[in-house]
Structures are given as C-alpha cells and as structure tokens.
C-alpha cells in the first residue's frame, strides 16, 4: 500500500515530467516519444534497460516506481494512466494492446520469440524464483508478485503448462487480440511502428538506434535464471507445442513478414 507521503512524491514527480516534456521537446526522428509493448521473456528487459542507460538508470535503480526522471529524459513503465497521459520520452508495459491508447507521434515497437523458447525461458524464470528466493528476491523488483504464482511451477513442466493462466501462455497473441484471434493480431501488428526478433536481439537494438537517432547499448540484466536446470521429456515438450499451435500460426506470420 501506497503512503501519504509516497503518493506526494508521485504527484510531484508527474508534475516535473510534464513540465520537461513540454519544455524540452525532444525529436526521435519526426516522433515525440518511443513506447515498448513488453512481451513476456522475449528479451524486453535487456531492451528497456538500454534506453534506460540513456537517463543513467537501471532496473535496480528503478525498483517498482512508475515514472522515473534521469538525464532530462521522463521514463515510464506499466501504469496505464500515465501512459495515456504521454509525458514521457520512453515508456513499456505489459499492457496488451488493445487495452492502452497509446497518444499520437508516438514510435511504438515489440519484439517477439520464437514461442516454444519463449516459453521455457518463462518456465525456468518461475523456478528460479521458486527455487532461489533469496536471490530473485535481490535482483528483481517484481520478486512479491512474482512468488505469488511460483506455485505455477508445480512438479514438473507438464504441470506448468496445465497450470498456467493461458494469457501468459500464449502472451504474444495475447497482446495483440484479447480473444486469441490471429486475424485481428496481425492487423493490430500492422499499427505498430516497428518489430523486431529475439533471437536478432544486437543487430535489433543497432536498428532502433538507427531509427530513432539514439545511441543505444546493450544492457542485459536479470540473467541468473539461466543457471536453474530444468527437465523436459518429449511428451512434454509435444505437449506444449500442441498448446501454443495458435501462437505459432500467428508468430510464423508476423516473422515472414517482419523479419529481415
């Protein structure tokens, strides 16, 4: 719960961020500001923190607070209203599309991976945070809500996949059709400025500093994940892949299409 005294200090702080944006004016190429629609471990992290970077922040510096000031540049991250508001140079969200209005003169961009990968990368962030608490609870900002669903872990993959809400399964469909329908993601695929691909990631992040005329590095954070083991047998694996078959339709469009 929000204090008295911290609800002031984010009201003061928006005030601030508007009077910047409105007084600095910064151009990225023809746009006033770049929003990231953040899908789930599909590298998202590592992109935001390089913007980040350009404010001299981290997501350790971040921690949880919505709205961020650094360099003279105004950073915003999952809250829907000051999104809308657009006093922002940078902002993401896990917010699916059809459910943020995202204000005009806007660079809107996402990165997508390869469904299968992405979501055993989901399964092993889950069991890190099951297995190593004290750890994730160190390094990631997000650690009380995450640990409040590590029980989708189970005892084992199989039970994972029962066991997780199909909007995480199936996120990148998710947030780009609230009812799962390939058709409308692609076309709302078609109003977002750019997309780029996980498994291109370096090549992805000198792209979007072409583009919108900022000098980007890469920041990868949050990688202790990788050092859980996991096991998954062939059943399994048949498994998931019979339960992303949607995605998969929808992700091999958007890559024949956007993957260059």
């Not at 360099?71 to 809308?84: D, H, S, T």
């Not at 806007?106 to 991976?113: A, G, I, N, P, S």
């Not at 091999?252 to 299409?257: D, L, P, T």
């Amino acid at each position: 719960m929000l204090t008295f005294l911290k609800i002031l200090r984010r009201r003061r702080k928006q005030k601030l961020a508007k009077r910047i944006f409105n007084s600095l004016n910064l151009d990225f190429n023809g746009y006033k500001r770049v929003y990231h629609f953040h899908v789930r471990k599909s590298a998202g992290t590592s992109v935001n923190a390089a913007f980040w970077a350009l404010g001299g922040l981290s997501l350790k510096k971040l921690k949880r607070e919505p709205i961020a000031i650094g360099k003279k540049r105004i950073f915003v991250r999952n809250n829907k209203e000051l999104i809308e508001k657009g006093d922002f140079h940078f902002a993401n969200s896990h917010i699916p599309f059809w459910n943020v209005d995202i204000p005009n003169d806007t660079f809107t961009f996402c990165f997508f991976r390869e469904p299968y990968q992405r979501l055993i990368s989901l399964y092993r962030y889950y069991k890190w945070v099951e297995e190593m608490p004290s750890e994730a609870k160190k390094i990631d900002p997000h650690f009380t809500s995450l640990n409040k669903y590590s029980h989708w872990v189970g005892n084992s993959f199989s039970d994972f996949l029962d066991n997780l809400p199909k909007k995480h399964l199936m996120n990148q469909l998710y947030m780009f059709s609230e009812n799962y329908e390939i058709e409308t993601a692609i076309k709302n695929i078609e109003k977002v400025s750019s997309v780029f691909f996980q498994h291109k990631f370096d090549n992805s992040i000198e792209d979007l500093s072409q583009l919108l005329n900022l000098e980007l590095t890469v920041k990868r954070e949050r990688s202790s994940s990788n050092k859980i083991s996991i096991h998954i047998s062939e059943s399994e694996k048949s498994k998931a892949l019979l339960y992303l078959q949607p995605e998969y339709e929808f992700y091999n469009v958007i890559k024949s299409r956007y993957e260059h």
